[in-house]
């Protein structure tokens, strides 16, 4: 794949009027549409359904494909299995030149999309046509589809009416949607009839009898199929189910995540070759046996179903509901992600499909918000999937250098961070601050305060003031609790971290404070080196092993998340690490909830007074990652002298991300931008949050903005009302 420059493609989407209105009114309206598919149905117990029938089938995955294969061999279909695309190209032209092939008619086939198809037909004097509205709109413009499901989501009526004039040679007026729909069914009617070869997809195809289905909305599909003598099938391996019954399974889901319907106006199922009329070449009609062939394409396929990890992705269903939510898609679109699938997802599949190395660049895309894994059908847990790919590029070609040696000798280096960095940062920011923040700085970094100001480094850090509030601990406490405070609570937000001490000091908490610590180790587990982060890990659990804490307490979601679960998984084959990383990972809490907890055992956590407004933005981490969001609410809602007013997309990412929020701005501003907007229109005076990073983005686009508009970390709320 050539060089590509990223930042410079994603700007240029970014300043597309037109895919921008598009993608956020699709983005807004979709939850709720899908919501409303889904009405008096478990969505949890279909996914479930779901997940589990698609995991059974791709641990059977080769009996399964031998099963459809002998299926459809007793019905009269040929079948062959190609490695690569370059095969399945191979084996179509044989096709077209045994059968005298001159036109074909294509519906919608990501497979085929996946391996340039089109291009073998016309660079062998073969006319092919796209038959799907938006994918023969695409073709005619020479794009990529941005979407799996609506793949000229990014174009609006005039651009549409524009490319159907290149294919009539007439203006065609863009407001006149019904005229332009009608045109294309004029002109592709044409096609129909003309076509030698019918070339489809599948939804699926089913083991025990060969029958493949296809779900579509446009009735091209059935053309496609019925009306050329020749029928070709491109199916993927993780098409295959064992039995018709499991396509029930698919089919509650596959509508109402992609197109928020409760089903499509079209359902096909197709079991082998039929009887077709049709004219040969002397202008008689006659009535034949159709030609049905299916192709089974591997390309990566049969290597990931192997793999206990990757396997995983062979639960997609093709809905693209990630794509749907996911705050970085809605804003870019499909195309920066650099193959033909986009998205997280996309990620994933061009990684398995291509290798990681094509991968490697657009996943830095994937914030991890995991608003895709709490929507997809197949319950595919993707940023997880992404993490392993990173994790396996990085084994193999190594971590960027400047990556690890800053993470080696700055955040995983406590006494370098505090004694250097700390000290010239605090003085160094001095001239440019207000307040709390740096609103603008000089020359090369002016950048860095574009849309959002920063957060002063802390002149006092938490660990310097930690022998002063250790004279404060109880006498006779319930619990001993150490606190993990991370590299922002103890650098940046240290008065936070001392409120967190406050409030548990409060519940006669005996807290500690290892100084041993280091960071969580996120940032470097993030780029996918997971030697250095087993190194920070061992270096954490060592620290709070010797003050021998009976709770291990962190005000940070990403931290809490990474300690808790991710620890145990990169010990899992370590028996001497395994048993020590369980003992630590069974006593690490999220502040909020421990104290929701300790509050109502009190009798604390009862409706108090209102007054203030205020709101609360759910963290990634802490929402999706830790199931946490009701506490939050529950404190804020005890806490006498303010009232809870809920923001729109309250869950939704603020676009910061760790590194990712320094790393593309450009995207993360927009982000910014939207939450910010959705705070003002609140009314309320404070923002409340449950997560240093999150403070760092709000705050600093609050106070960008000169909004008036305070953001406290909750810990920061509960201790003004002590």
Known sequence: ??????????????????????????????????????????????????????????????????????????????????????????????????????????????????????????????????????????????????????????????????????????????????????????????????????????????????????????????????????????????????????????????????????????????????????????????????????????????????????????????????????????????????????????????????????????????????KCASICPGKIPIPDLIDELRARYVKKYGAPGMDKTMFNMVLNDRGMFHKLLLKAGSIGSAPFKKGKFIRHLPLFMEELTKGRSLPTIAEESFRDRVERLSKKNPSKPKKRVAYFSGCNMDFVFADTSENVVKVLQSLDMEVVYPMEQACCGKPILGIGDREAGKETAKKNIAAFEKVQPDVIISACPTCTETLHETYMKLFENDPEWKARAAAFCSKVREFSSFVAEEYKKTGRLVHAKGGEKVTFHDSCHMKRGLGIYEEPRALIDATPGVELVEMHNCDKCCGMAGSFGMKYQEVSIPMLNEKVKNIQDTGATTAVVACPACMMQIGGGLDKAETGIDTKHIADLLAEKL
């Open 1 to 370: 794949m050539a060089e590509r420059n990223l930042k410079k493609e994603i700007q240029e989407k970014l300043q597309d009027d037109i895919m921008q209105s598009a993608l956020s009114k699709f983005a807004e309206q979709y939850p709720g549409s899908r919501l409303n598919a889904y009405k008096d149905q478990d969505i949890e117990e279909l996914r479930e359904n779901l997940r589990q029938m698609k995991h059974d089938a791709v641990q059977h995955i080769d009996e399964l494909a031998d099963e459809f294969q002998a299926s459809l061999e007793k019905r009269g279909t040929k079948v062959f299995r190609a490695k690569d695309g370059d095969e399945v190209k191979k084996i179509l032209i044989d096709i077209c030149k045994e059968n005298n092939v001159k036109r074909v008619v294509k519906s919608k086939s990501m497979a085929s999309e996946e391996i340039h198809m089109n291009e073998c037909f016309t660079d062998n004097g073969i006319r092919v046509k796209e038959t799907d509205l938006g994918e023969w709109m695409i073709a005619l413009a020479g794009q990529r589809p941005s979407h799996m499901v609506m793949p000229a989501i990014h174009l609006n009526r005039y651009q549409c009416a524009k490319m159907f004039e290149k294919e009539v040679d007439h203006e065609v007026p863009g407001e006149d949607i019904p005229n332009m729909i009608q045109l294309a069914r004029k002109t592709l009617r044409q096609e129909f009839l003309h076509a030698d070869m019918g070339v489809t997809g599948a939804n699926f195809g089913i083991a025990e009898n060969g029958a493949i289905g296809l779900v579509t909305n446009e009735g091209n599909a059935r053309l496609v199929t019925t009306l050329p003598r020749i029928h070709v099938v491109l199916i993927g391996y993780e098409k295959l189910i064992p039995k018709t019954e499991d396509a029930a399974s698919i089919l509650r889901l596959l509508p109402r995540n992609g197109t928020c319907q409760r089903m499509t106006s079209y359902m096909t199922m197709v079991d082998g070759p039929t009887k077709v009329i049709y004219k040969d070449e002397n202008g008689r009609h006659v009535e034949t046996d159709r030609k049905q062939y299916v192709i089974l394409l591997d390309n990566g396929r049969l290597e990931a179903a192997k793999d206990p990890v990757l396997q995983q992705a062979f639960q997609c269903v093709r809905c693209a509901s990630c794509l749907n939510v996911c705050p970085i898609w809605t804003l870019v679109g499909g195309h920066v992600y650099g193959h033909i699938y986009s998205g997280g997802i996309g990620a994933i599949l061009t990684g398995l499909f291509h290798g990681v190395e094509t991968s490697h660049e657009f996943s830095d895309l994937c914030i991890g918000c995991r």
